[in-house]
């Protein structure tokens, strides 16, 4: 029966069991987890194998990396987001691009709806094309919550007014209540009110150009949440209005029909509905009408048919003597001391000059009498 060695309690850590190939393959993979651009390594291995030259070249890029915790960045990495970024930025713009031309050739669409089709089209494309990016570049979703985070909090913050006048533009354009060709009455900053034509409807804001060809952007949410003024909205007709004033020995009868004569010539004025003469008020020096007249086309302007009218009915009073009054006053002066003392003296300095005038003229040729 033989003793029992004791273990060797001074054996050095080199003859420790060596380490499992399963626990090396799970470290480097944890490794090649950390990586946070996939596609970059995977490029790098398909030069590598083609070109040995490429490869040595992409290893001397790889190796300039920045390296923050478990994140390493190189300038290689650098390098393949750039070119993923600007190959799906070329994509997004040539899809969208081939998208617009085929929804411009659909006949069945009309100008709103085919806007409408445009946007959310838009949207979708770059929508898909974010993505796209992301899956090529082969980034975890989960390593960018706190980005997400960042970015919700960005919205809620700095791009609600981006994004509130994105969704109201897009619901101007369901609902149809405003669209490109409408006319609508706008008011600059002193308060000033006039009428304009919706040009473009966009992203941000609604572009909307008057007739001295001044062009208003208007936020998309100021345009669904304030009160608009829609001049083709259910009709493109729209009554304007021309006063006239007529003396008070007119012939009011005569008057009227050189009004409505006057307003039927203009060619922009509609034949039904046909113009109405309204009797307006009993004027300080004048016998007021106004003139309604309908026109179909507001944005070729207002102010140049009711010129047009005038000039119509000036003639037109004219060769029938008819007067176009201007204001008068008739002053009635009361009588008072200092007034009467005012005209006494004014009579006396009259008397004055008359006196002074020689009572009789020189002969010709000769001298006056002393």
Not at 302 to 307: A, E, I, Q, T
């Amino acid at each position: 029966m033989t003793a029992s060695t004791p273990p060797d309690l001074t054996a050095s850590p080199a003859s420790a069991p060596p380490e499992q190939p399963g626990q090396a393959w799970s470290l480097a993979q944890t490794a090649e987890d950390a990586d946070p651009i996939e596609a970059a390594e995977g490029i790098k291995e398909a030069v590598a194998s083609k070109s040995e030259t490429a490869g040595n070249i992409v290893e001397t890029l790889d190796a300039l990396a920045l390296s923050m915790g478990d994140w390493r960045i190189s300038l290689w990495d650098g390098l393949v987001v750039v070119g993923v970024i600007f190959l799906v930025l070329a994509f997004a713009w040539m899809a969208t691009r081939l998208t617009m031309a085929v929804i411009t050739r659909v006949a069945t669409l009309d100008d709103t709806q085919r806007l409408l089709t445009e946007k959310l089209t838009t949207i979708a494309i770059w929508g898909a094309a974010f993505f796209l990016g992301i899956d090529l570049l082969g980034i975890d979703l989960t390593a960018l919550a706190v980005f997400s985070g960042a970015f919700g909090l960005a919205i809620g913050f700095g791009l609600q007014k981006t994004f509130g006048n994105l969704i109201a533009g897009i619901i101007l354009l369901m609902d149809r209540s405003i669209k490109p060709g409408d006319v609508i009455a706008v008011a600059d900053t002193a308060g000033n009110e006039t009428f304009g034509q919706i040009r473009k409807i966009g992203i941000r804001a609604v572009s909307v150009t008057t007739r001295d060809q001044r062009e208003y952007l208007i936020p998309n949410e100021n345009l669904m949440i304030n009160q608009v003024e829609n001049w083709s909205y259910s009709s493109r007709n729209v009554r304007m209005q021309v006063k006239v004033g007529v003396s008070y020995d007119a012939d009011m009868e005569l008057a009227e029909k050189l009004m409505l004569e006057a307003a039927a010539a203009s060619s922009r004025v509609l034949k039904s509905p046909p113009p109405t003469i309204w009797m307006s008020e009993y004027g300080d020096s004048s016998v007021n009408f106004v003139i309604h007249c309908w026109i179909k086309d507001p944005e070729d302007g207002v102010g140049n048919v009711r010129s047009q009218v005038l000039k119509n009915l000036w003639w037109l009073l004219k060769e029938n003597d008819i007067e176009i009054p201007f204001p008068q006053r008739d002053l009635n002066l009361r009588s008072n001391n200092q007034f009467d003392r005012l005209i006494e003296a004014m009579a006396a300095r009259e008397e004055a000059a008359q006196d002074a005038v020689p009572s009789a003229a020189p002969s010709k040729g000769g001298t006056p009498d002393t």
